[in-house]
């Protein structure tokens, strides 16, 4: 049973009916845009490494990721012992939410802040406290103004997933120096190697200077190894014991920590994708902004567009008519305010344009 201080009814839990998934009515393949993944498969240096280490499987992986914490601390020069790896970045964002706040806490997002946020909350039981959010963007002074004494953490994904929006270096910069330092600050990276390697590089930076500041990555976004589970964060040393001891042993297992350092091994081809994926994405909101869609600017791998600024059942049908007619599967996410969008990945160039048919076709019949 939920405690009563507990806010309830974020999401709304599916039904097992609810899960299992549609078949396609004409039999044609589903390309799932819904989960903000990759669409390429790991290079051949990655499906090595996997091999490898799958050939080894009889042997726990490192309990610690030592080789995987050395290779990030190389690739982004940071300090290893200041780096804890986790089962996905999610597994990292839930221990700092259950080390660092409990019952009768506070926890400040953003409006459309990340979902897994306010289920963070819940979870421990901390009051979620959400800041208006205008232009479908992170509003830093009035996250500020939110944070009393009560306020244990501040999640700020940036960009963030659904709207794809962020806030300036300049803007993150403020909010460390303005928050008090029993508030701990936490900057969720998962999309930042879309937006460029200096952003990645000033946020670290930012981290390193302020005791209570931690920032997350992730491997499965632009890396594209969203199945193997693993990310990272950078925090200050005095937080490193206590993350370690509300991490389960061998969370990340040696096929993933093997792949993730060959990933990391081969930037350049990392580097090479998410350009592609950024032209894309390009390509694919002039086309909708000249079908009439509002489209939110984003800084990731997806698009957050409303086909109809006045009636959000236009973007029901949408989303049914991508899936019957295409195979695609689109992500609605029901928030409050943002029922009228409907949020995709970028895929192939291939399936982008198919995509843009797709919805081209569902335009004109409407
Ligand atoms: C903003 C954001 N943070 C974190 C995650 C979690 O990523 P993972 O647990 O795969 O590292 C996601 C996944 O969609 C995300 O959108």
């Given at each position: ?6 806010p ?11 899960r ?16 903000n993944e990759?669409p ?6 990655v499906?090595?490494?996997i ?8 042997s726990y992986?490192?309990?610690t ?8 601390g ?5 300090d290893p ?21 409990g ?19 819940n ?5 979620l406290?959400k ?44 909010l ?24 990645i ?5 930012l ?7 931690v ?5 499965s976004k632009a890396f ?6 693993v ?6 040393d ?11 042993m ?11 350092i060959?990933?990391?091994d081969?930037?350049?081809a ?7 994926i950024?032209a894309?994405?390009q ?17 990731t791998n ?7 600024a ?41 399936h982008?344009t ?13």
């Open positions: 049973m939920m405690s009563e201080n507990r309830h009814g974020y999401i709304q839990p599916l039904t097992v009916r609810q299992v998934s549609r078949p396609q009515p004409k039999g044609l393949p589903v390309i799932n845009l819904s989960f990759l390429y498969p790991p290079s051949q240096s499906l090595t490494a091999q490898s280490a799958t050939s080894h499987a009889n992986g490192n309990p990721c030592e080789l995987l914490r050395a290779a990030i190389n690739a982004y020069q940071l012992d200041c780096i804890v790896c986790g089962n996905g970045s999610e597994e990292l964002l839930d221990i700092i939410g259950r080390c660092f706040a019952g009768g806490d506070e926890i400040v997002i953003s409006e459309y802040g990340y979902i897994l946020f306010p289920i963070l909350a979870r421990v039981g901390a009051k406290i800041t208006n959010e205008p232009h479908y963007t992170t509003h830093i002074d009035n996250v500020l103004d939110a944070v009393t004494e009560n306020t244990r953490i501040v999640f700020l994904a940036n960009p963030n997933n659904p709207t794809g929006t962020m806030v300036s270096e300049a803007e993150l910069r403020r460390a120096q303005g928050l008090p330092s029993h508030t701990i600050l936490v900057l969720d990276l998962a999309y930042s190697e879309f937006v460029s390697t200096s952003y590089a000033n946020v670290h930076s981290a390193s200077e302020f005791n209570n500041v920032i997350t990555q992730t491997f594209g190894l969203a199945g193997l589970r990310g990272w964060c950078y925090a200050p005095w937080m490193i014991p206590t993350l370690y001891a509300a991490r389960g061998g969370t990340v297992n040696a096929a993933a920590q093997a792949a993730a060959a990933a990391l081969d930037r350049d990392m580097l090479a994708r998410v350009s592609t950024v894309e994405k390509r694919v909101a002039s086309a909708l902004l000249s079908m009439g869609f509002e489209v939110i600017p984003s800084e997806f698009l957050l567009v409303a086909p109809s006045d009636h959000r059942e236009v973007a029901d049908e949408l989303a049914a008519h991508l899936f019957e007619h295409a195979g695609f599967l689109v992500n609605q996410t029901r928030e409050a305010g943002l029922e009228r969008f409907i949020r995709f990945s970028l895929s192939l160039p291939e982008n198919s995509l843009l048919e797709s919805v081209r076709t569902f335009m004109e019949s409407g």
